[in-house]
């Protein structure tokens, strides 16, 4: 596919160039400006990368004026409703969908690799009991390139691979052994009888003493909050893991670096800060309050879980979440849930009022997620770690995607310097007080 048959011109310092304009399979088109430096003396400067694209990428797609989120070209809400996470892994990371022989093959992998070295369990040991199961994870995930270092490798494509299979299986189990930590609890062994989700459900809430049964709907509803966050084009944490790799950073170091980006509350750390907002808000009645705060320019409030970079509609993954969030609470019984209906009304109101209207904020997946892992059982502390479980694939896929492509180079972005010009150093005793 020849993507570049348009140019734009541009004029600066005197000199007219033509720039070639690269063209998407879908969506807006991009100024190639590779040569601006070195043939017109200029950068360009655009603080957030608001709008710029550090990458070609074939893995995800987002329109944000349609509020339409494709993986591999197939639509989230497709996913959603007819796949299952491992079928989406392998999706985002090979490309296709799999062959009943290929998922076969793939799951089989995968369940193989969920035990994590057992030396690990003695590392979880020097973190603080009370550390957020985040904090533990970022430490944990990076020490696998110390526990894995015969798939740190990054120009063998086989060690690529093996870390890949590697990372997708034992994230949770680290997440899951985070968590027990954190409560005190003894670590649950992966179980190979159990899907993905439910596993993962096994590990966090099964103890030795007793017999724990997954609920196959609770398994279901993981299984779907993890494919709806499986990837999400070059977000802060896939930028983050995708710099990290592109000085040759192994691939454990480079995930690592997207948890810790994850965890920010304008990023991932959102599904958490929003359960703790609308537990604040408390009642319906007190929902105008913070609307009025989160308008107010003075006030740094932000109401969480609202407003995305991309979507300027619906984040069609809050729509899945909000059905799931209903279906999860009628089959647990909780019914007039304080929190839900909070949720609703202030989506109710904030989607009426003019500032959100105006600057197109909608519900953001992180809306209604934290109220269904809550339902599940899980605390607050545990909403941003299923939130890496679930991208940990993403973020390998796309790292993988960087390392095969020919344009691939150190992530080094420039500045526009405002500080002093060039000045002379002041010996001590000349410097006043
Ligand atoms: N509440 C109130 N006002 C908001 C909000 C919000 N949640 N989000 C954006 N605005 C306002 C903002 O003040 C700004 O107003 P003005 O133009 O008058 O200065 C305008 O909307 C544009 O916002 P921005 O911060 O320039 O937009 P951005 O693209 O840089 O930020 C965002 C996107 C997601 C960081 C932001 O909407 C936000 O902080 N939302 C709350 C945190 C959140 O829910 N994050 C999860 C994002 S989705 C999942 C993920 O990425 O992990």
């Not at 992966?190 to 103890?207: E, G, I, K, Q, S």
């Not at 740094?300 to 279906?327: I, T």
């Amino acid at each position: 596919m020849d993507k570049v048959n348009k140019t734009a011109t541009l004029s600066v310092n005197g000199k007219t160039i033509e720039l070639p304009v690269l063209q998407p399979t879908v969506g807006p088109d991009a100024i190639d400006i590779r040569k601006l430096y070195s043939e017109a003396g200029v950068f360009t400067y655009d603080p957030g990368f608001t709008s710029t694209a550090s990458c070609d990428s074939a893995i995800t797609y987002i329109d944000g004026d349609k509020g339409e989120l494709l993986y591999r070209g197939y639509p989230i809400e497709q996913l959603a409703e007819k796949s299952h996470y491992l079928e989406v892994c392998y999706l985002l990371l090979y490309g296709e969908l799999p062959t009943p022989e290929q998922l076969a093959d793939f799951e089989e992998r995968i369940t193989r690799h969920t035990m994590v070295h057992e030396q690990m369990h003695y590392f979880f040991r020097g973190f603080r009991r009370d550390s957020h199961p985040m904090a533990t994870m970022v430490g944990v995930v990076g020490a696998m390139s110390a526990f894995y270092h015969d798939s740190t490798d990054i120009s063998d494509p086989w060690q690529r691979e093996v870390a890949a299979i590697r990372m997708i299986a034992k994230v949770p189990t680290i997440a899951a052994m985070a968590y027990k930590y954190s409560i005190g609890q003894p670590f649950i062994y992966p179980r190979n009888d159990l899907d993905y989700a439910a596993n993962f459900l096994h590990m966090c809430f099964a103890v030795p003493c007793e017999p724990y049964i997954v609920r196959p709907e609770l398994a279901r509803a993981m299984d779907r909050i993890m494919m709806l966050h499986a990837d999400h084009e070059q977000n802060a944490s896939t930028s983050t893991v995708r710099l990290a790799g592109s000085s040759g950073a192994n691939p454990f170091a480079c995930i690592a670096a997207g948890i810790a980006c994850l965890w920010g509350p304008a990023h991932g750390g959102a599904n958490q800060a929003c359960l703790e907002m609308l537990r604040e808000i408390g009642s319906v009645d007190r929902i105008p309050e913070y609307i009025k705060r989160a308008k107010d320019k003075n006030d740094p409030f932000r109401l969480m879980g609202f407003g995305h970079r991309v979507y300027k509609n619906f984040d069609p993954r809050a729509k899945v979440m909000k059905e799931s969030a209903d279906e999860v609470l009628d089959l647990l019984g909780i019914k007039n849930n304080p929190t839900l209906q909070v949720a609703k009304e202030l989506e109710r109101i904030a989607l009426q009022d003019d500032y959100f209207i105006e600057k197109k904020l909608y519900p953001n997946v992180d809306f209604y997620s934290g109220i269904i892992l809550e339902a599940m059982g899980f605390p607050t502390s545990m909403f941003t770690p299923i939130f890496a479980v679930s991208r940990t694939v993403g973020w390998i896929s796309q790292w993988k995607e960087m390392l095969t492509d020919p344009t691939q180079k150190i992530g080094r972005p420039r500045q526009l310097y405002i500080g002093h010009t060039r000045r002379d150093y002041v010996d001590l005793e000349q410097r006043g007080s």
